[in-house]
């Protein structure tokens, strides 16, 4: 007999400054601690001349899903993209990163806006060599259920008989982007063991059924019990919009987590080594030295 999985907590990301002119509303990371493999989910905005200029990681895979608006990215090894609306960009800081994000300034003004979802490395792959994958919006196979009133962009994993496309991080990861008619029910199945949680993006929903059901507005983090075999959403037949739902799970790891600012570590020296390491340009970020990114600059720095 499957099982559904419990709601452990519901919480609404409260919105917050970040970076330099930014606006995030963070619900791992805050709120939400000691959730591996997740370390920090942020839904940001960034408008007009804002935006992350040149910073270092180290220790950690970064998830970026744009879900308007553009965003650049270029790095100390030469890399640089853009990803538009519907593009994910996984990047792999492992030993060490310098990078900057900046947001495009569209003509019409409205902001960029998407989703940061930072999870752990596995402690013998903290110190592999940093790598980036990007996925389009056009590569992301999509399952249909209910009828159609239901669609699931399969980003990672498996929905519906729809696999996606390829594996984009090294920590085992899935994640669904779930649009919901009025009347749309789904049951998606997850990983047995694995931490699951679900981020509101817009609408009312349903999670559960029965006597264990709950409504959830927009902008919360549910957060999943770890036993259970599937999640259930719905939206009621009478809803006025449609609601739309990502919904994550991944595979805990079983290490500490140390974490100062963008070095994410399993030891205070390791933390200790990784600032030393930036300060003196050294093991894996030799690069550093002398080096700026050009979209940077668009912030006068």
Known sequence: MSAARAIRQVFLAVEQAEGVGARVRRSIGGKLRNFSPFLMLDHFTIGKGAGFPDHPHRGQETITYLLSGGV????????????GPGDLQFM?????IMHAEMPHENEDGSPNVGMQLWVDLPKELKMCEPRYRDLRASEIPIAKVDDGRV????????????DSVRELAYTPVWIFDITIQ???RISQALPQGWNAFAYTLSGDMIFGSNDSSRSVKEFHNVVFEQTGDFVEISVPDNADSEARVMLVAGQPLDQKVVQYGPFVLNSQEEVYQAMLDYQTASNGFERTRG?????GKRMGY
């Open 291 to 295: 080096w700026e990114s050009e979209i």
């Open 182 to 184: 009025p009347g749309g």
């Open 92 to 96: 792999t800081a492992g030993r060490g």
């Open 151 to 162: 669609t699931v962009k399969v980003i990672s994993g498996q929905s519906h008989g729809v």
């Open 72 to 83: 650049d990215h270029e790095d100390f090894a030469g890399n640089k993209g853009t990803i």
